[in-house]
C-alpha cells in the first residue's frame, strides 16, 4: 500500500495584478481548490490501492468527477530510472482515457544537478475550467506524494 507521510503546504496563485485567483491547500493526503480564496470549487484525494496510486478529482460537491491512475512500473517512484512517468487521467466512467500528466525524466546528469521538476498535463479543451484548474492542482499533490525522497528535509518554495 503505498500513502506516504503528509507533507502540509499551501499554494497561492495570483493574476498580473497581484490578485489571488486560486488557493491550493494540502492536509494530508488531500488537497483542497479554492477560487477565489474561501469558494472550494474542488478536491484531489488520494485513495491507497495494492497494485496502482490513485488519485479522485472531486468538484465543490464531493462528487468525484475525474480519476487519475499511476504507473505501474517496478521503477517508479522517488529512485526512477530512465522511465517516462504517465499518470492517467480518466473520465467520469472510470475507463475511458482522457488526458495524462507525465513527469519528464532529466537525465541523469541533470538529477546530479538540479532538484527541478518538469510535468506536462494534457485535458480536453471541453473541460470545465474549474475541474482543468483542479487537474493542474493534482500535480502538487503527486509530486508530494508519488516523487518526493523519503526523509527529506529540504524546503521547497513553489
Known amino acids: 500500500m503505498y500513502c506516504p507521510a503528509t507533507r502540509a503546504f499551501q499554494v497561492r496563485v495570483v493574476d498580473n495584478t497581484n490578485q489571488e485567483i486560486i488557493c491550493i491547500k494540502r492536509g494530508s493526503h488531500e488537497i483542497i481548490v479554492e477560487s477565489p480564496l474561501g469558494t472550494v470549487i474542488g478536491s484531489v484525494a488520494q485513495q491507497c490501492s495494492f497494485s496502482r496510486v490513485l488519485y479522485a478529482l472531486k468538484d465543490a460537491t464531493d462528487n468525484v ?12 517512484g522517488p529512485y526512477t530510472c530512465c522511465c517516462e512517468d504517465k499518470f492517467i487521467l480518466l473520465g467520469n466512467d472510470g475507463v475511458s482515457e482522457i488526458g495524462s500528466i507525465h513527469k519528464k525524466y532529466r537525465g541523469f546528469i541533470a538529477g546530479a544537478l538540479t532538484s527541478a521538476d518538469s510535468f506536462t498535463i494534457n485535458v480536453p479543451m471541453d473541460l470545465d475550467v474549474r475541474m482543468k484548474a483542479v487537474a493542474l492542482d493534482a500535480v502538487f499533490l503527486i509530486n508530494c506524494t508519488h516523487f518526493a525522497e523519503p526523509n527529506r528535509r529540504r524546503a521547497r518554495q513553489y
Open 65 to 76: 468527477v475525474l480519476k487519475i491512475v499511476g504507473p505501474g512500473c517496478l521503477c517508479d
